[in-house]
């Protein structure tokens, strides 16, 4: 069956910005006593803070979670988010899949102000059909609620949607959702920490090059 909707992650994935996460958590772990290596700070991004924090801190307060991932917020939004640059490409993806006919949606963890920032950032308002944050669902990837609200917005079912991600955590949320995923290496993680894509990349600019012969071309050949 056809694609007929694209669910894009967006950190990570269109602009390149999962190095400045690990930055802006790691300066609140610190305060707060806790002293993480940044790859163990980087394998946990991908995740909003409500599954971020519990993951590195089992047993943790709620309000103590909230506490750390406000921090975060704050400190990446202060220093970091002005030096977020798109990934070569990026905005040419999202164009070539609104013109090959397919709905298109942004449906990311990030903020709604981050996502808005982004949709400024990517210069993409007239070519997305809807997008979804970590504001507008109950829990964060790796639950299904992002992408099932994005695909929701599209009006399509979900064997009709794809998702593309950088993080296993996209790629989880997608099965979650009943829906298929297409990965980038772009955010930092190896092939087999994103298995069950069923294709991956390394960026969304390899993906663009090789669209006709990908998982996205309405003539669905092999990758």
């Known amino acids: 069956m056809p694609y007929t909707a694209i669910l894009f992650d967006i950190d990570g994935t269109l602009v390149d910005s999962n190095d400045y996460h690990v930055l802006a958590w790691d300066r609140p772990f610190r305060e707060a006593g806790h002293d993480f290596n940044r790859k163990t700070l980087h394998d ?17 307060s709620d309000a103590e979670a909230e506490r750390l991932g406000d921090a975060h917020g704050r400190i990446y939004k ?22 090959e006919g397919m709905k298109v949606a942004l449906a ?20 997305i ?3 979804t944050s970590a504001d507008d669902v109950g829990c964060s990837k790796p639950c299904p609620d992002i992408f099932e609200a994005a695909r929701e917005k599209l009006g399509v079912p979900a064997p009709e949607a794809l998702v593309i991600g950088d993080t296993p955590y996209d790629i989880q949320a997608a099965c979650r959702a009943g829906m298929q995923a297409i990965a980038v290496r772009s955010g930092g993680f190896s092939d087999p920490a ?17 669209f006709d012969a990908s ?9």
Do not use: M, W
């Open 215 to 223: 998982p996205l071309s309405r003539i669905e050949e092999a990758v």
């Open 78 to 99: 202060q220093d970091y988010l002005s030096a977020v640059r798109p990934f070569p490409g990026a905005r040419e993806l999202l164009r070539r899949c609104k013109d």
């Open 194 to 210: 994103l298995q069950g894509a069923i294709a991956i990349y390394d960026d969304v600019a390899a993906l663009l090059a090789r």
């Open 108 to 127: 990311s963890s990030a903020s709604g102000p981050e996502l808005q920032h982004y949709l400024t950032l990517l210069d993409c308002k007239d070519v």
């Open 44 to 60: 946990q991004v991908g995740k909003g803070s409500d599954n971020y924090v519990p993951s590195l801190l089992p047993g943790i």
């Open 129 to 131: 059909d809807g997008y």
